[in-house]
């Protein structure tokens, strides 16, 4: 049976830093992208960062370029995801997830929620002010 879990979640003040991580049994994902997304009360599964199979190539959605790294090591099938400078908009839950077409082609990387497979439990993000 294919999971993913995150853990890292937690509760920071505004300005302050957490790592999130993704460990995914049951299969490797060798050749395949993963990625994280987000969700607040009331909103849309939000794209937040993605990464090819080899951790060469990341995508990151508007709200968090410069603040988040998405990093992965192949060889114990993990991922990562460091936020930096947290604001109170970025509370959320933060999902895992792996889509089953692969690594990312193009120019480009998987952005959408649709395009992924493999999903995570999530795990709860407060950023208080």
């Known amino acids: 049976q294919v999971q993913v879990v995150e853990s890292g979640g937690g509760l920071v003040q505004a300005g302050g830093s957490l790592r999130l991580s993704c460990a995914a049994t049951?299969?490797?994902?060798?050749?395949?992208?993963m990625g994280w997304f987000r969700q607040a009360p009331g909103k849309e599964r939000e794209f937040v960062a993605a990464?090819?199979?080899?951790?060469?190539?990341?995508y990151y959605g508007d709200s968090v370029q410069g603040r988040f790294t998405i990093a992965r090591n192949t060889a114990e099938n993990t991922m990562y995801l460091q936020m930096n400078r947290l604001k109170p908009e970025d509370t959320a839950i933060y999902y895992c997830?792996?889509?089953?077409?692969?690594?990312?082609?193009?120019?480009?990387?998987?952005?959408?929620?649709?395009?992924?497979?493999?999903w995570g439990q999530g795990t709860q993000v407060t950023v208080s002010s």
């Open positions: 049951g299969r490797t994902f060798r050749g395949y992208a």
């Open positions: 990464i090819n199979w080899k951790g060469g190539s990341t």
């Open positions: 997830a792996a889509p089953n077409r692969g690594d990312c082609r193009g120019m480009g990387c998987y952005v959408e929620a649709y395009e992924y497979d493999f």
